[in-house]
């Protein structure tokens, strides 16, 4: 697949994914929605590092440093929504 | 341990754009991210203050801002690949065109930012807005130092500046461009979304 196509690709995921979190805020306010919003938010940090920033072509520690970032953001968050219930 | 064989397969791995660059990234990072768990951890002492707060952000125009800076930064990243194939007037074409998608980020915002004030939710009425403020107003003021660099890179395309051989410096900026990006898809479920 072309690199043009890979990064049209990733454009839709991203703004599918951008949709699926305002649609799952509207459902509600559950500990389960909101661990979801956040995985949303991950698959789209890892479409922009990945894709737009073409990290899968780059060696792997500035690949784990960049997606550890989000990783590290998500998880901090739902540990407080645990402790916030 | 690797036959010789397989070491000729491997693809060569390749860090895009300046190492000062990645260095540049990853110090923003760090300091948007102490600012996004602050935002959190206020939350967790007053959730309720924070729903209220929320109810006054409209989640379409969140996502609405959302899908222009990944236009954004889709324009951008295809410039790359036009500099990549010597196309440098396309290249400038697509620059131009992540340049006015991201116009239509700050009016959008600056548009929320006025009804916000107009309602008199400025950065002193309570510790989600004063957030608010200080977490949105430091990614818009990074939007705005991108936009200024996307305009530099148009017209070195248009100076034909770049080269498939030597365009580093385009890709440097295009990097910062996405940053923006990723800061923002963990802003928005947190600030317009997540109660």
């Known amino acids: 697949m072309s690199a043009s196509k890979v990064l049209v690709g990733c454009w839709l995921g991203l703004a599918l994914l951008s949709i699926t979190t305002v649609l799952l805020g509207s459902a509600g306010s559950t500990l389960l929605l909101g661990g979801t919003i956040l995985l949303v938010a991950l698959g789209k940090a890892w479409l922009i590092t990945e894709g737009f920033m073409e990290l899968r072509h780059a060696p792997r520690l500035w690949r784990l440093l960049l997606l550890a970032w989000p990783l590290l ?5 739902i540990l407080l929504m645990l402790r916030g219930n | 341990m690797s036959t010789s064989a397989e070491v000729l397969t491997r693809p060569v791995r ?5 190492l000062a660059m990645w260095f540049f990234i990853l110090a923003e990072l760090t300091v948007f991210a102490l600012l996004i768990v602050a935002f959190a951890v206020t939350q967790l002492l007053d959730p309720a203050m924070f729903a209220e707060s929320r109810q006054a952000l409209d989640s379409s125009i969140g996502l609405a801002l959302t ?6 930064g889709l324009f951008a990243a295809l410039a790359v690949e036009q500099v990549r194939a010597d196309r ?3 290249a400038g074409l697509l620059l131009l065109a992540a340049l006015l998608s991201s116009c239509v980020y700050v009016v959008l915002k600056l ?4 009804h916000l004030a107009s309602l008199g939710l400025g950065l002193e009425h ?23 660099i996307l305009g530099w890179m148009a017209e070195r395309c248009r100076r034909r500046a770049y080269s498939p051989q030597h365009h580093g410096g385009m890709e440097s900026g295009v990097l910062y461009w996405h940053m923006v990006d990723l800061v923002w898809v963990l802003l928005f479920p947190l600030v317009y979304v997540l109660n």
């Open chain 2, 126 to 148: 309570n510790r989600f807005f004063t957030l608010y403020w200080i977490l949105t107003g430091f990614h818009f003021l990074h939007v705005l130092l991108g936009m200024v």
């Open chain 2, 14 to 18: 390749r860090l895009p754009g300046d």
């Open chain 2, 67 to 72: 899908l222009s800076l990944l236009t954004s």
């Open chain 2, 88 to 90: 440098q007037g396309r």
């Open chain 1, 73 to 77: 953001i998500a998880l901090i968050v």
């Open chain 2, 111 to 114: 548009n929320e930012y006025g």
